[in-house]
């Protein structure tokens, strides 16, 4: 797979659960899921991200999520196996297994907790890439993980032929900027935040790694479409209509309101796993006034 193969608009794919005692993964929505993303517009499917609740799942589940995935997918768009860990070891091992099941890439977050340095990071990214052979997406997300990625970092990194993108989720436009100036040119960058799409693209990024697209696929395809396009009049309406969802969907803690929102279309029950908690009330209203607004309260049916 070559880099440009993953796709502008990627989805960070929640993980349905079954609403009964255990939370267990509920396969069926998963294959719900996967076709709606399809269907909407998402040209490569991240499972395991932040958004799928990866601190909560078990190895064993890892594994059954990226097989159940590739099997649905059925070849349609890339799956991206999110892999990454704060113990360098295993997360060799969860990336060595994600290429015996068959995945197309996989996302490496940058390691939580331990606060390693930037020659921490270098090495632990190098490690993964010198015995796991397959595409790879650094992921920055200094608010869970504790540690920013420095520019310098992720360009040195990008020098190795296995690492084609980063997933920049630090907020910093001028962060996007300079690691667009210091890597080579087929070098990927994704927006980590749907509300800095046109932001980071405008600056030389690639697509984004959505929470939006779950529900608003369609209109996250057309944004991006049109800044490809170079319409900038029309990517800035449509962006800024879609503002107040990117907000909302945010109210509590990722993924929280948008799996209500996927509850609100029947796609799957709105349970998340301790220590997470469901919307309040208030929270529900919130995305559900959001959805309201742009016409996305259409039940799927399967």
Do not use: W
Request: some cysteine; overall charge neutral.
């Amino acid at each position: 797979m070559t880099a440009v193969s993953l796709g502008r608009l990627l989805t960070a794919m929640v993980t349905p659960f079954k609403p009964i005692e255990g939370e267990p993964i509920d396969f069926e929505a998963v294959d719900r899921l996967v076709d709606h993303l399809i269907d909407t517009g998402t040209q490569g499917l991240v499972v395991r991200g932040t958004t799928g609740e990866s601190p909560t799942l078990s190895h064993e589940e890892d594994y059954a999520l990226y097989r159940r995935v590739k099997t649905r997918v059925a070849g349609r768009v890339p799956v991206i196996a999110g892999t990454g860990s704060n113990c360098t070891r295993t997360a060799v091992t969860a990336t060595q297994e994600a290429i015996r099941i068959g995945v197309d890439a996989v996302m490496l977050v940058v390691p939580y907790y331990n606060k390693p340095s930037q020659a921490g990071l270098l090495a632990h990214f190098r490690t993964l890439a010198r015995e796991c052979p397959i595409p790879m997406i650094l992921y920055n997300i200094p608010g869970r993980t504790g540690v920013n990625m420095l520019p310098e970092t992720v360009a040195e990194l990008s020098k190795l032929p296995t690492i084609v993108a980063v997933k920049e989720a630090s907020g910093n436009l001028e962060q996007v900027r300079a690691i667009r100036a210091m890597t080579r040119e087929d070098f990927l960058i994704y927006s980590g935040d749907d509300a800095l799409t046109l932001e980071i693209m405008r600056l030389g990024g690639h697509g984004v790694i959505s929470v939006a697209s779950h529900v608003a696929g369609r209109l996250m395809r057309t944004l991006i479409d049109h800044i490809v396009a170079g319409q900038g009049d029309e990517a800035t309406r449509l962006n800024q209509s879609l503002q107040t969802l990117f907000q909302n969907l945010f109210c509590t803690t990722n993924p929280v309101p948008v799996k209500a929102a996927l509850d609100m279309l029947g796609l799957c029950a709105p349970t998340v796993r301790l220590p997470l908690v469901g919307c309040t009330a208030t929270e529900r209203a919130c995305v559900h006034q959001a959805m309201d607004a742009l016409g996305l309260l259409v039940r799927v049916s399967r």
